[in-house]
């Protein structure tokens, strides 16, 4: 009899053991744009402010200007982001590409574990320069 209560509560222990805390990933917010303001400028130009209007901008979102993440992203409002655009930007006529990313996070989840959001970039919408 001991030694049937002596297995059953070592089964029972290692079933309710103590598990490393897992890492899960949820899906990060996809940002859109929808206007760029303005949509054009003269080559040669200088520095100006561009204005992204959208949806589903994070408080830490950031715009992209042909690709590379501009660190004076400002947001004055609930679905918009204002940038300086700086002179060599538009130095000579062509396009560029312009989109907005939400960075990701890794937040602790307590005993649950820790909870890893990717970071998520919108569609892109083309600035002229002219």
Known sequence: MRTTLLVLLTLAGIGCGYSK????????????VA?????????????FV???????FNNNAVVNWNGTA????????????????????????GTAQVSVTNPGSTTPGGPYGTVTTPAQTSNNMTFTIN
């Open 21 to 32: 805390p897992s890492q899960t990933t949820q899906p990060g917010i996809v940002p859109v």
């Open 35 to 47: 206007a760029l303001t303005p949509a054009s400028q003269l080559h040669g130009g200088s520095d």
């Open 50 to 56: 561009l204005t992204v209007t959208g949806s589903s």
């Open 70 to 93: 501009q660190a004076n992203t400002a947001h004055p409002a609930a679905g918009t982001l204002t940038v300086t655009i700086p002179a060599g930007n538009i130095a000579t006529a």
